[in-house]
Every structure is written in structure tokens, then in C-alpha cells.
């Protein structure tokens, strides 16, 4: 069966500091991994994805990640937090192949301090 | 990009009523969608795979008479709460899948309040 578990369900970072929020997988097949940002009060929006191509893979407002085999690790990163990346972020794996769930971690809030 | 419209953003409702959320792909279609049920600062729990002209498949644990899902179109999913209860009150997000590389897209969620 797959899963996520992301660590920390809090993250407090300074304006300008480097952002990390991690993401750990477990799946049995190579799996799709997505990272999702949630404002308030709003859905899902993508910041990125990893499907078997680069391992690290870039994405919208400066996130990167970088998919680890070795590590079942996907962790989140952005090299300089701007107080409008404070919102909730969702890892989520997607088994390949035919399979459509898309199953969530519980998500991380981060919060940036001025 | 795939967008998905999802209506209405917020609904308040009495308890005994039911209430319908429907979901939209706007610019491709979606012969499978998903429906999200989402507590206050926790993550996002799938309810049911919506599939266009058979029924949906409900997730364990989620009633499927109380929580009724059609999908009448290739563009059009909707998802009834059926006399809803104060416990019914969450945020609904539905979301659609252009392709299986492309990640999901969703909608902009339902903040449903039962009074």
C-alpha cells in the first residue's frame, strides 16, 4: 500500500531563511510524487511534481524537490521564504500505472516570520 | 492550463436539508473525478472516485446514500449531501486528472455548514 508521511505538521521559518518540509513515501510500485500548496479557504494548487524523469525537480514561486529512492524521500525546498509562502502544504503519492488515487500526507503548515 | 470550477465556494444550510456541490472541468474532460472531504488543519480524505456514466466508488467508511455523486457528463460531477447534519460540516473539494503525469487538479472547494 502507498503512503506519506510529511514531518512536522508546523514549521516556523524567518523571511528570507531556506524552507525545508519533508516528505517520506512508502510504495510497492515507482510512484508519481506531488507537492500541493493550500491557501485559506481554497483548493489545491500544484508547486510540483516527480514522474520517473530528473530526480530533482523545480517548481512555480522558486520550490524545488528532490526525489530520493535510497531515502523514500521527497522533501520540499526554497532557498529563501517570503512571507506569501506562509500556507498549508500537502506531499501526496499516486501509484503509476492506471491506478487515479492520489493519497495525501497530512500536510505541513509554515509560517513566515517577518 | 486544466481548470476545474467548483460551486458554490461557501453554502449554509439547516440541518434536514440537503445540499448539492457541483464540479466542472472547464476546458477538458474528466471521465473520472474525485471528491475530498477536509477537517479543520487536517489533511485531505477521499470520499469517492466519481466516474462518468457508472456509479461512483465510495471509499470505506463513507455512506454513499448520504453522500450522493453523480457524474451525468464528461465536464459535470456533482456531489448531494443528503439530510445533512451539523456533523456534515466541512470543506469539500472535488479534483480531475488530465493526464496520469500531470497531477490533479482541483477545484476551489465547499465550505458547507449545517446549522
Known sequence: AQSVTQ??????????ALVLLRCNYS???PPYLFWYVQYPNQGLQLLLKYTSAATLVKGINGFEAEFKK??????????????????????AVSPGGATNKLIFGTGTLLAVQP | ??????????????????VKIECRSLDFQATTMFWYRQFPKQSLMLMATSNEGSKATYEQGVEKDK?????ASLTLSTLTVTSAHPEDSSFYICSARVHARDGYTFGSGTRLTVV
Open chain 2, 1 to 18: 492550463g486544466a481548470v476545474v470550477s467548483q460551486h458554490p465556494s461557501r453554502v449554509i444550510c439547516k440541518s434536514g436539508t440537503s
Open chain 1, 27 to 29: 510504495s510497492s510500485v
Open chain 2, 67 to 71: 453522500f450522493l455523486i453523480n457524474h
Open chain 1, 70 to 91: 535510497s531515502e523514500t524521500s521527497f522533501h520540499l525546498t526554497k532557498p529563501s521564504a517570503h512571507m506569501s509562502d506562509a500556507a498549508e502544504y500537502f506531499c
Open chain 1, 7 to 16: 514531518l512536522g505538521s508546523h514549521v516556523s521559518v524567518s523571511e528570507g
